[in-house]
């Protein structure tokens, strides 16, 4: 990305691919591209001579506008499509130029335009985050018996294991891909309905003109092709909003288990990277942290994306504008966002010991529910909760061995055993199903993953 990093960490990662899409020239060439498939349309119904729409096509292309001449007409005119426009008539001549954008209004050509752009964005965009889910499936699979701490409200709940953990991160992101995937649809449309969506200029031929366009571009033909209608945009950008916070969870995690009490889990940390000016000691978190901001990016143009819907009469020009910026911009956040999720967990490292040892910090205490459930066999899951709860407070306070305390219980001795104690004591005959999940979730989508090509 030389010349085009914004964040530190762009210098040795790649491009996406995404910011090249919506340069001026890219969307410029798109708008022609919108323009040829119009006059082509329009020869196949009449509108327009064949060979006057063949020339409008071979003039639409950026190499033979004089660009420098766009630019100063932007100027002069302050209308985003009109000194374009004009340009493509002056290099199809006065004869196929006066066909050109025939009985179309500029919103039909540049959102139908901006249409053609969404899906190469999204295409690169899905494609990364498959090869994240991909990743994720596999971190399950293998991991799947892994133990480690549970936690909840930032402290220990049961044991898991650490593929139950991605099964959980996997089964969030699966789903938010389905959501983008039915989310882009609606946005990949043809609007060409004319100045209100009447098809007022166009006349009969007008629907089947959208019809033939969306053929030709490979989209679809937008049933009520009026100006006003907006929403597929705002919820394209809610779901790119909700894959955002997807990853972002999953950053939350690893940057939180990357932490020096915890340990157990740490982003790539290449040879020669520098944490810190003065503390040389530092691993840092930085890529976790750049998704983690990029989330949040994303996450805050979704409530606008909404705001843009409601604008009164046929068309608003802002709210346009400002739905196609932020699109322009969550996608391009959203492809950053996939390159550095990709690399940190292709090359997460993780540490199965120090999870094991974590495990033990509470002296046993984080097998409190399954000593519980032994005893509420017998004496009811409500009173086996209270003399555990007791017991447990008791250890957590004066910082006692859990099994000692247990073991001076007549409550407890009476029902259970020290074998049977020491076995309900350990982690490992308390992660329930965690392994089975895990391994569940990874063949569900390696499955969903087959099902899409």
């Given at each position: 990305m030389a010349g085009k990093a914004t964040r530190f960490t762009d210098y040795n990662l790649p491009d996406a691919g995404i910011r090249s899409l919506f340069t001026t020239e890219s969307v410029w060439q798109a708008w022609l591209d919108v323009e040829a498939a119009l006059a082509r349309a329009q020869a196949k119904v009449g509108i327009v001579p064949a060979e006057q729409a063949a020339v409008i096509e071979d003039a639409a292309h950026l190499s033979r506008m004089d660009t420098h001449r766009v630019r100063r007409a932007l100027a002069e005119q302050g209308h985003p499509l009109m000194p374009l426009i004009s340009e493509l008539v002056r290099v199809a001549g006065d004869k196929a130029g006066g066909y050109v954008h025939w009985g179309a209004t500029s919103q039909n050509v540049m959102q139908t335009g901006h249409a053609l752009l969404l899906k190469q964005a999204h295409a690169i965009v899905a494609r990364l985050h498959e090869e994240v889910v991909a990743i994720v499936a596999d971190l399950a699979e293998d991991n799947a018996d892994v133990l480690m701490a549970g936690r909840t409200h930032g402290q220990h709940a049961v044991p898991i294991t650490f593929g139950f953990k991605a099964a959980v991160w996997l089964d969030e992101l699966v789903r938010a891909h389905q959501r983008a995937e039915a989310a882009i649809?609606?946005?990949?449309?043809?609007?060409?309905?004319?100045?209100?969506?009447?098809?007022?200029a166009l006349g009969q031929e007008g629907p089947q003109v959208q019809e033939l366009i969306a053929e030709d571009?490979?989209?679809?033909?937008?049933?009520?092709?009026?100006r006003a209608l907006l929403d597929p945009f705002a919820a394209y950008a809610s779901a790119l909003a909700l894959t955002s916070a997807a990853a972002a969870r999953v950053c939350a995690d690893v940057a939180s288990l990357m932490q020096t009490e915890f340990g157990e889990l740490s982003e790539p940390v290449p040879d020669g990277s520098i944490g810190s000016s003065t503390m040389p000691h530092k691993r840092n978190p930085k890529l976790t942290y750049d998704v983690l901001q990029l989330s949040a990016e994303i996450r805050a143009l979704a409530p606008i994306a909404v705001e843009a819907l409601v604008h009164p009469h046929e068309a608003d020009g802002g709210a346009t504008a400002l739905l196609t910026d932020i699109l322009e911009r969550s996608l391009i956040a959203m492809g950053d966002l996939f390159v550095r999720l990709r690399h940190i967990l292709a090359g997460l490292a993780v540490f199965p010991e120090r999870m094991r040892r974590n495990l033990s910090l509470s002296g046993g205490l984080i097998s409190s529910e399954a000593i519980m459930i032994a005893l509420a066999d017998v004496v009811g899951r409500d009173h086996a909760h209270v003399i555990v709860h007791e017991d447990s407070m008791r250890a957590a306070v004066a910082g006692e061995d859990f099994l000692e305390i247990l073991s001076r219980d007549p409550r407890v001795t009476g029902l259970l055993d020290q074998t049977h104690l020491r076995k309900l004591l350990d982690p490992a005959t308390h992660a329930g199903l965690a392994?089975?999940?895990?391994?569940?979730?990874?063949?569900?989508?390696h499955r969903y993953l087959d099902g899409l090509t």
């Open positions: 649809q609606p946005c990949l449309t043809v609007m060409m309905g004319g100045a209100v969506g009447t098809f007022a571009l490979g989209l679809q033909p937008m049933p009520v092709p009026s392994s089975v999940i895990a391994q569940s979730a990874a063949q569900r989508a």
